[in-house]
C-alpha cells in the first residue's frame, strides 16, 4: 500500500473535519526532510466534528491497526467518542495515527490549533499544520528513540526558519 497522506488530507477536508496535521508529515510540510511512513492528526472531540471524521475515515478504508492483521471497525462519531488518546488506523492510502491528547504541552485539538497555521501541501489543498515548536515540545515530551534522533535536525531546521 501507498502512502499518499495528500489523498488522505482531501478525503478530510472533502467531508469538512476539523484536524491539526502533527508528527513527522507535519515536520515534512514545514521543511523537514526525514522520512515519514504515516500521517498524525490530532480531531475536534465535537460530536459534529467525530461523526465528519467517521465518515472520512469508512470513505479510506479505514482499519484498526494491530500487530496483526487490521481489524475491521465500525468508525463512527460515537465510536470516536470513546477513544482515550489515541487510535492507529491503516487506510487505503497509508497508515493514520487518530491522536486525540499528544504528548507535549499543547493538550488537545484547541492547544495544538493556536500555534498551527493554513499551508498548501499539494495544489489547491490546504490544511491546518502544527507549529514547528509544538512539534518539537511533543516530540521532546514523547521521549521515544525515534523522537530523540530527530530532534536535533527539528531544532536546526526550527533555527534556520527564524533566520539564526
Known amino acids: ?15 469538512e473535519v476539523e484536524y491539526v496535521v502533527v508528527g513527522g508529515f507535519a515536520a515534512v510540510v514545514r521543511g ?16 459534529d466534528n467525530l461523526d465528519r471524521l467517521g465518515l472520512a ?5 479505514a482499519q484498526i491497526r494491530t500487530d496483526g492483521d487490521p481489524v475491521p471497525a465500525l468508525l463512527d462519531g460515537p465510536f470516536l467518542a470513546n477513544m482515550p488518546l489515541m487510535l492507529n488506523l491503516v487506510t487505503d492510502f ?11 504541552r499543547a493538550g488537545g485539538y484547541d ?15 490546504t490544511v ?12 521532546r515530551a514523547a521521549n521515544r528513540p525515534k523522537d530523540q534522533m ?3 535536525y527539528l531544532e536546526s531546521l526550527r533555527d534556520e526558519l527564524r533566520g539564526r
Do not use: Y
Open 128 to 139: 491546518v499544520v502544527a507549529g514547528l515548536d509544538d512539534i518539537i515540545d511533543s516530540k
Open 1 to 15: 500500500m501507498m502512502f499518499d497522506p495528500v489523498r488522505i488530507c482531501t478525503i478530510l477536508n472533502e467531508e
Open 94 to 104: 497509508g497508515e493514520m495515527d487518530l491522536t486525540f491528547v499528544p504528548a507535549g
Open 150 to 152: 530527530a530532534l536535533p
Open 57 to 61: 475515515l469508512r470513505r479510506m478504508g
Open 32 to 47: 523537514s526532510s526525514l522520512p515519514t511512513r504515516d500521517i498524525d492528526i490530532v480531531p475536534s472531540r465535537s460530536p
Open 111 to 125: 492547544g495544538w490549533r493556536v500555534g498551527a497555521t493554513q499551508e498548501e501541501v499539494s495544489d489547491g489543498l
